[in-house]
Each structure stands twice: as C-alpha cells, then as structure tokens.
C-alpha cells in the first residue's frame, strides 16, 4: 500500500523552478503530523538520502543552510498534499528526491527525480 507519493520533478534548465508534490492520504498526513513531521530528502547516486528540509502541521518550515533562500515547503491540507517549492536551481539540486516521516520513517516511496541541466 503506497502511503506516500511523490511527484512533480522533470528536466529544468540552471535558474529554473519546479514544485515537488508529497501526496499521502488524510490519516496518513495527520498521523505524520501528530508526530515529528515530514521531511523531505534528496539522494544522488552513491550517496544516502539526506534532508532538505522539514515541516510539522502549522509551523514554519525547516530548511537546511544551503536551502535557504531558494527552497520553501508547504502544505495543502484540503489536497493532502505537502509541497517543495525550488528555485532557482543549479545542476547541484540534481537528485531523486523524497518525502517521508521524520523519526520513525513510513515506506519509502519512488521518489521524483529532479534533472537540472542545460
């Protein structure tokens, strides 16, 4: 049973912005948010995922150092939706990217992959 599913990643060119889609069922959204929230992630070949950045259900979003300024998350919870809004993006944001559960993950799911490249 997919739980959570991302969507919204494609080709773009150095400079360009994509909006990421973290797309889960109500309890599922509302059991992330009793907890520690989601984050999402990135991961590029060989490497382990690693956090872009996180929100809990009506806080800020918390954003890694070299994501502030061009990334923002938030969420849609008529749509169940969590977004990641990117901008401005270089061939370093180049990556599968990710939503989850922080703490205790869910399954994983396929993941969007995000190509930054000219």
């Known amino acids: 049973q997919v739980q959570l599913a991302e969507s919204g990643g494609g080709l773009v060119q150095p400079g360009g912005s994509l909006r990421l889609s973290c797309a889960a069922s109500?309890?599922?959204?509302?059991?992330?948010?009793?907890?520690?929230?989601l984050g999402w992630y990135r991961q590029t070949p060989g490497k382990q995922r690693e956090l872009v950045g996180s929100i809990q259900s009506g806080g800020s979003p918390n954003l890694v150092d070299s994501a502030k300024g061009r990334i923002n998350i938030s969420i849609d919870k008529a749509k169940s939706t969590v977004y990641l809004q990117m901008d401005d993006l270089k061939p370093g944001n180049t990556a599968v990217y990710y939503c989850?559960?922080?703490?205790?993950?869910?399954?994983w799911g396929q993941g969007t992959r995000v190509t930054v490249s000219s």
């Open positions: 109500v309890s599922t959204l509302r059991s992330i948010f009793m907890t520690y929230g």
């Open positions: 989850n559960r922080l703490g205790r993950h869910l399954p």
